[in-house]
């Protein structure tokens, strides 16, 4: 079952995309309830400290007093009039939505409303490794929503990692959590779910090999109604307001981060926005692990548009000469301006890697095997005897092991007949010798 057919977002889907409990966005405040939000209880968190917090919500962690345990406690961040106006309060318990006659305001608290119950719907409707699992979903004692769910230790982000990586081969050993994160996003899209801003700063990477892709609050479900369509939508300009990585203003109906989103995302196609959005953002994250800079250079939204639809993105050779050929390509495929050149799937993107994974380390096991062989027949000049033929059947095992790992390997082929015919020289040789001790011999005994 798709995540869009859950009671809850049924409901959202009848209501034409603002969940009940919220108010009308004429400011009618006497809407009835269909989803009624447990009540925050006063006692039941304790010890907040803000995490993060961007232009929809505020993360704390928190202190589950009732089941002790730590959480991560995440609210709505109630809309202000004027960008960065909102001070960030220490603790949420107190939070009340906004209220007077701004419409604009009302109808902004609305919508992010909508937007963050749908992502505490989808996030806990999902059931993977790499998401995080919802504890409980409610509301503070003045109406504005929060959920809680499991708060990932020690957790730092992929950007931090990549920062911190300062050569290919340490950004490489990051393809392992990588492909975790493609698992992630193929699991989400077989539940009809397409996250939408896929970036570094978005997956944590725990202390004890976890890694979490998170914020699913831009996720559009298909063929459920999309908040985000709405060309006026109010929470995408307080989004844009808080936009912590970039700090660059998008248009009203971009959606997701300059730097990852796809060609049809800067353009602010919604309806265009699928699977394959995703994966093009999975090749900006690949590119980034290649590379350690962003695909395009870019100073405004406008500019990002403007080079992520006109053209491809550099080649990952160009920038790093160094950068496996195979994983290049990979990457080229996958940020293809063309939704139907690009890399069809998450799972056709992991399988790519994994495969190329596996070539490379059988790669690296034939070349230990000619590095091996190369040894030996090095160590067999100005050897003689058995010395020397003890020799070459180390370079020939070491030869035809190559060949186990890769058939027909013609640079393996050719050692082993170098092998071969040192190996002819060496038996004449063996034999030339012995022949003429024998003589040696024969010719002291007649003496005597």
Same mark, same amino acid.
């Given at each position: ?18 969940? !009940? ?23 039941? #968190? ?14 704390? *962690? ?25 001070? +960030? ?31 505490? *719907? ?45 050569? /290919? ?17 193929? #699991? ?27 914020? *699913? ?17 109010? *929470? ?29 995302? !800067? ?12 994966? #093009? ?9 290649? +590379? ?84 030996? /027949? ?19 095992? !070491?030869?035809?092991?190559? /060949? ?16 071969? +015919? ?27």
């Amino acid at each position: 079952m798709c995540i869009r057919d859950s009671p809850a977002l049924v409901g959202l889907e009848r209501q034409g995309g603002l969940p !009940a409990g919220g108010r009308d966005p004429s400011g009618d405040s006497t809407r009835s309830h269909a989803f009624e939000l447990r009540a925050l209880q006063s006692d039941r #968190y304790d010890e907040f400290r803000v995490l993060e917090q961007g232009g929809m919500g505020i993360v704390y *962690w928190a202190l589950d007093n009732e089941l002790k345990r730590q959480v991560a406690f995440k609210v709505i961040r109630p809309p202000s009039r004027t960008a960065r106006d909102g001070i +960030t309060p220490p603790a949420p318990l107190k939070l009340v939505p906004p209220d007077g006659g701004d419409p604009e305001t009302i109808e902004a608290f609305d919508e992010m409303r909508a937007r963050f119950l749908q992502e505490a *719907w989808v996030t806990g409707g999902m059931e993977h490794p790499g998401i995080v699992p919802v504890y409980e979903l409610g509301e503070t004692e003045g109406g504005v929503p929060y959920y809680t769910m499991k708060f990932v230790r020690g957790s730092t982000t992929l950007a931090t990692a990549i920062d911190d990586a300062p050569t /290919l081969d340490a950004r490489l050993e990051l393809l392992e959590a990588f492909l975790k994160v493609c698992d992630t996003v193929r #699991y989400a899209h077989s539940r009809g779910v397409v996250h939408r801003d896929l970036k570094p700063e978005n997956i944590a990477l725990g202390e004890f090999g976890e890694v979490v892709v998170l914020d *699913w609050g831009l996720a559009k479900l298909e063929g459920a109604p999309d908040v985000a369509s709405r060309p006026q939508s109010q *929470w995408q300009g307080n989004l844009r307001q808080f936009r912590d990585t970039t700090r660059l203003e998008t248009d009203a109906t971009a959606v997701g981060t300059p730097g990852y989103m796809s060609p049809e995302a !800067a353009q602010g196609l919604i309806d265009d926005l699928d699977a394959r959005s995703d994966v #093009y953002s999975l090749g900006a994250i690949l590119y980034e692990i290649l +590379t350690g800079r962003l695909a395009f250079d870019f100073r405004t939204f406008a500019q990002y548009r403007e080079e992520v639809v006109q053209g491809e993105p550099p080649d990952p050779l160009a920038i790093a000469p160094e950068v496996p050929p195979g994983l290049a390509a990979i990457c080229r495929e996958a940020m293809s301006v063309s939704r139907q050149a690009r890399t069809p799937s998450a799972e056709a993107l992991t399988n790519a890697i994994r495969t190329w994974r596996k070539q490379s380390r059988l790669e690296q096991e034939v070349q230990g095997h000619l590095k091996e062989a190369d040894a030996r /027949l090095a160590a067999a000049e100005g050897t003689e005897g058995e010395a020397l033929l003890r020799t070459l059947d180390a370079a020939a095992l !070491a030869c035809r092991s190559a /060949l186990e790992l890769r058939p027909e390997d013609a640079e393996a082929e050719k050692r082993l007949l170098q092998v071969e +015919t040192l190996r002819t020289e060496g038996l004449a040789s063996r034999e030339r010798a012995a022949r003429g001790q024998l003589l040696r011999r024969v010719g002291a005994a007649a003496l005597v």
